[in-house]
């Protein structure tokens, strides 16, 4: 592989002034659209030595043939032109977005001579005011359903007005009072344009003064004792009471604002919206990114605006996870969207309800992310594909229909746990779980070593299941030789106290067994399984930093498709084995201190339950004076400074 690409521009011609660069293909394609502040300075970020490229990064400028940039005056040109031509030529390694159009808006069509309010995902109808997206249809409905009693005006399809015209009798929606039938001319066309000014301005944040102002008008109505008026007044604000009520208050009444959640990992990203309009959430709105380059969370936040407000009105206040690095120009950029002398800020919420509602924003994507992983890996076509595609990428005989993953995790050095963790047909086998612990090992490499010495000794003799005996004579120091399951706490504590002689199904060999790491975990896991004399399993390790499969012996890594189900399949078991050893040291860790606490006299299991939750974490406990420790119930100043004294000792 060549240093650098041999197509590079030479330095002196790339100006260092502001603009926007397109990389294109021998055929013209635009490949990738992005902006700089000083062109030759981020243009020669790209022409690196491709060893320290990023893999994405690596594959897109060896898939293009040429470069080409415009200067412009400043950084608000460039974010304009960029998102111009992101728009016009879709790059394939620019951020992709997956279509959100299952999202309802409720609209009101103001440029009709008899506006009309309808629930609709059609974002281009002339003249309309838009108020959503809503997460559920129906939910819009009811919504509409209880505001018709408040502002009656027109609903009906255009057909069903003309018949009412022709006929001179209005439909049920007129007997029944939720319109105010301009169709026969009960109200005149600007007195019914009035009511759906009324209603947009209500579903716009205006619900509070409108509510006060029909209050003081019932309450007028009632002292001059036209009594029919005010109970049309009480009617209509129950209804208005009633739809509010559907919107939950949560910061004050006078924040107009979106708020931005974004959950993201090397591959997809998911993004949720939440619209507050006058203290209220009057929409969600959720969709997912396909990320083909490595985008910081800054860049991602740039992008997601960028889509978000393609066709919509930004308010005055956008809150996100996370500024990017061009802020001051994508808020000019979203003013400029909001009209005329028009101001946008964009910031992070720091603290407060503002805080704590962008916290349940960011849970929200977390919870999306996760479910859109769950329902691409239960998808039974995709999973079928990605063994396939596995198999052919690393020159395998058969599919992998039993895979194993092995992770190490520790602290510090010490606490020094593994995990192994089964899928079978592409899906979890969790019962076939292990979990390991390391008591003496000098790194991550002899650990790999340590543990799949172990695993594979119960294959080495034709995939017999050993004795007891033999499980011993093989792991003499007798911690897990079996592996311990992943399963509670008490069935673990009550296995670590002895060998384990695995069931039947432990002993069935994978067609291709997987290490987190790269070419030293591999070397590590292909020594283990010389030695043991097991043979017809595929060996490869992934690197987290640029998910990247390694083989042995091989000088260069395997690289998948970036959205490719292949890849997605092994990331996911190689992010469930993290998980596994992650969760396994913590509960050790636990043990350890649980058990030290043990020895202090007046220290019983309930006392040391309630330190640690007290303080949530040993660090903690750890760091705090006798005082402290004394705040706990039942905790007096002689056992807090036995305490101190022996977490000291430790």
Same mark, same amino acid.
């Given at each position: 592989?060549?240093?650098?690409?041999?197509?590079?521009p030479r330095?002196?011609?790339?100006?260092?002034?502001?603009?926007?660069?397109?990389?294109?293909?021998?055929k013209?394609?635009v490949?990738?659209v992005g902006?700089?502040?000083?062109?030759?300075?981020?243009?020669?970020?790209?022409?690196?030595?491709?060893?320290?490229?990023h893999e994405?990064t690596? &594959?897109m400028v060896?898939t293009?043939?040429?470069?080409?940039?415009?200067?412009?005056?400043?950084?608000?040109?460039?974010?304009?032109?960029?998102?111009?031509?992101?728009?016009?030529?879709?790059?394939? $390694?620019?951020?992709?977005?997956?279509d959100?159009?299952?999202?309802p808006?409720?609209?009101?069509?103001?440029?009709d001579?008899?506006?009309?309010?309808?629930?609709?995902?059609?974002?281009?109808?002339?003249n309309?005011?838009? $108020?959503?997206?809503?997460?559920?249809?129906?939910?819009?409905r009811?919504?509409?359903?209880?505001?018709?009693?408040?502002?009656? @005006?027109?609903?009906?399809?255009?057909?069903?007005y003309? &018949?009412?015209?022709?006929?001179?009798?209005p439909?049920?929606?007129?007997?029944?009072? *939720?319109?105010?039938?301009?169709?026969?001319?009960?109200?005149?066309l600007?007195?019914? =344009?009035?009511?759906?000014?009324d209603?947009?301005?209500f579903m716009?944040g205006?619900?509070s003064?409108?509510?006060n102002?029909?209050?003081?008008?019932m309450?007028e109505s009632a002292a001059?004792?036209?009594?029919?008026a005010?109970a049309r007044?009480?009617?209509?604000?129950?209804?208005?009471?009633?739809a509010?009520?559907k919107n939950?208050?949560?910061?004050s009444?006078?924040v107009?604002?979106?708020?931005f959640?974004?959950?993201h990992?090397?591959?997809?990203?998911a993004?949720?919206?939440?619209?507050?309009?006058?203290?209220?959430?009057r929409?969600?709105?959720?969709?997912?990114?396909?990320?083909?380059?490595?985008?910081?969370?800054?860049?991602?936040?740039e992008?997601?605006?960028?889509?978000?407000?393609?066709?919509?009105?930004?308010?005055?206040d956008?809150?996100?996870?996370?500024?990017?690095?061009?802020?001051?120009?994508?808020e000019?950029?979203?003013?400029?969207?909001?009209?005329?002398?028009?101001?946008?800020?964009?910031?992070?919420a720091?603290?407060?309800?503002?805080?704590?509602?962008?916290q349940?924003v960011?849970t929200?994507?977390?919870?999306a992310?996760?479910?859109?992983?769950?329902?691409?890996?239960g998808?039974?076509?995709?999973?079928?594909?990605?063994?396939?595609?596995?198999?052919?990428?690393?020159? @395998?005989?058969?599919?992998p229909?039993?895979?194993?993953?092995?992770?190490?995790?520790?602290?510090s050095?010490?606490?020094?746990?593994?995990?192994?963790?089964? $899928?079978?047909?592409? /899906?979890? =086998? *969790?019962?076939h779980?292990?979990?390991?612990?390391i008591?003496?090992?000098?790194?991550?490499t002899?650990s790999?070593?340590q543990?799949?010495?172990?695993?594979?000794?119960?294959?080495?003799?034709g995939?017999?299941?050993p004795t007891?005996a033999e499980?011993?004579?093989?792991s003499?120091?007798k911690?897990l030789?079996?592996?311990e399951?992943d399963?509670?706490?008490?069935a673990?504590a009550?296995?670590?106290?002895?060998?384990?002689?695995?069931?039947?199904?432990f002993?069935y060999?994978?067609?291709?067994l997987?290490?987190?790491?790269?070419?030293?975990?591999?070397?590590?896991?292909?020594r283990a399984?010389e030695?043991s004399?097991?043979?017809?399993?595929q060996?490869?390790?992934?690197?987290?930093? /640029?998910?990247?499969i390694w083989?042995?012996d091989?000088d260069?890594?395997?690289i998948l498709?970036?959205n490719?189900?292949a890849?997605?399949?092994?990331?996911r078991i190689?992010d469930?084995?993290?998980?596994?050893?992650?969760?396994h040291?913590r509960?050790?860790?636990s043990k350890?201190i649980s058990?030290?606490?043990?020895?202090?006299p007046?220290l019983?299991p309930s006392?040391? =339950?309630?330190?640690?939750?007290?303080?949530?974490?040993v660090?903690?406990?750890?760091a705090a004076?006798p005082e402290?420790?004394?705040?706990?119930?039942?905790?007096g100043?002689a056992?807090a400074?036995?305490?101190?004294?022996?977490?000291?000792?430790?």
């Amino acid at each position: 592989m060549a240093n650098t690409v041999p197509w590079r521009p030479r330095a002196g011609d790339i100006p260092n002034q502001p603009g926007v660069y397109r990389f294109t293909d021998d055929k013209k394609r635009v490949l990738y659209v992005g902006k700089a502040k000083n062109l030759r300075a981020r243009l020669s970020n790209y022409f690196a030595p491709l060893t320290t490229l990023h893999e994405r990064t690596r &594959r897109m400028v060896l898939t293009a043939t040429n470069v080409e940039w415009t200067i412009v005056g400043n950084d608000f040109e460039a974010l304009q032109l960029e998102y111009t031509w992101i728009k016009e030529f879709d790059p394939p $390694f620019n951020v992709q977005y997956k279509d959100d159009k299952s999202y309802p808006y409720l609209a009101i069509t103001m440029g009709d001579p008899v506006p009309r309010v309808l629930v609709t995902r059609n974002r281009n109808l002339p003249n309309a005011r838009y $108020f959503g997206p809503y997460s559920r249809a129906w939910a819009i409905r009811d919504t509409v359903d209880v505001m018709l009693k408040a502002f009656p @005006m027109r609903s009906c399809s255009t057909s069903v007005y003309k &018949r009412a015209q022709q006929t001179g009798r209005p439909c049920l929606l007129g007997d029944i009072g *939720k319109c105010a039938a301009p169709c026969v001319g009960r109200v005149t066309l600007e007195e019914h =344009k009035s009511i759906a000014l009324d209603f947009a301005s209500f579903m716009g944040g205006n619900d509070s003064r409108m509510l006060n102002s029909i209050k003081a008008k019932m309450a007028e109505s009632a002292a001059t004792q036209e009594y029919e008026a005010a109970a049309r007044y009480r009617d209509q604000i129950g209804a208005m009471e009633t739809a509010l009520a559907k919107n939950q208050i949560v910061l004050s009444e006078d924040v107009d604002a979106d708020f931005f959640g974004i959950a993201h990992d090397e591959l997809a990203a998911a993004v949720q919206q939440f619209i507050v309009r006058g203290g209220r959430i009057r929409g969600v709105r959720g969709w997912v990114v396909d990320k083909e380059l490595d985008v910081e969370l800054g860049g991602l936040v740039e992008s997601v605006l960028q889509n978000a407000y393609d066709d919509t009105v930004p308010p005055r206040d956008v809150l996100v996870p996370a500024l990017p690095e061009d802020g001051t120009a994508l808020e000019e950029w979203l003013a400029q969207r909001r009209g005329p002398g028009a101001r946008v800020r964009l910031r992070v919420a720091q603290r407060g309800e503002k805080a704590s509602l962008a916290q349940t924003v960011e849970t929200n994507a977390q919870n999306a992310l996760m479910l859109y992983k769950s329902k691409r890996s239960g998808d039974f076509v995709a999973r079928s594909q990605a063994l396939a595609d596995i198999q052919e990428a690393l020159g @395998m005989t058969e599919a992998p229909l039993r895979m194993e993953c092995f992770d190490v995790s520790h602290l510090s050095g010490t606490n020094v746990v593994a995990s192994m963790v089964v $899928f079978e047909d592409g /899906l979890p =086998k *969790k019962q076939h779980y292990r979990r390991f612990n390391i008591p003496e090992t000098t790194d991550d490499t002899d650990s790999i070593y340590q543990v799949l010495t172990r695993r594979l000794a119960y294959l080495a003799a034709g995939n017999a299941v050993p004795t007891a005996a033999e499980a011993q004579a093989t792991s003499p120091d007798k911690i897990l030789s079996a592996g311990e399951p992943d399963g509670d706490a008490a069935a673990s504590a009550k296995l670590a106290t002895d060998v384990v002689v695995p069931s039947p199904k432990f002993a069935y060999p994978p067609q291709l067994l997987i290490v987190d790491g790269g070419q030293p975990q591999v070397s590590a896991a292909q020594r283990a399984l010389e030695e043991s004399g097991v043979s017809g399993i595929q060996l490869a390790g992934i690197a987290k930093r /640029l998910e990247e499969i390694w083989l042995p012996d091989s000088d260069y890594p395997v690289i998948l498709p970036r959205n490719s189900d292949a890849l997605f399949l092994i990331q996911r078991i190689r992010d469930e084995a993290h998980r596994s050893a992650i969760t396994h040291q913590r509960q050790r860790r636990s043990k350890d201190i649980s058990s030290i606490l043990s020895t202090v006299p007046g220290l019983g299991p309930s006392r040391i =339950k309630a330190l640690l939750q007290h303080f949530g974490s040993v660090a903690r406990l750890k760091a705090a004076t006798p005082e402290q420790i004394t705040e706990v119930p039942g905790v007096g100043e002689a056992t807090a400074a036995a305490i101190i004294e022996k977490l000291g000792q430790r």
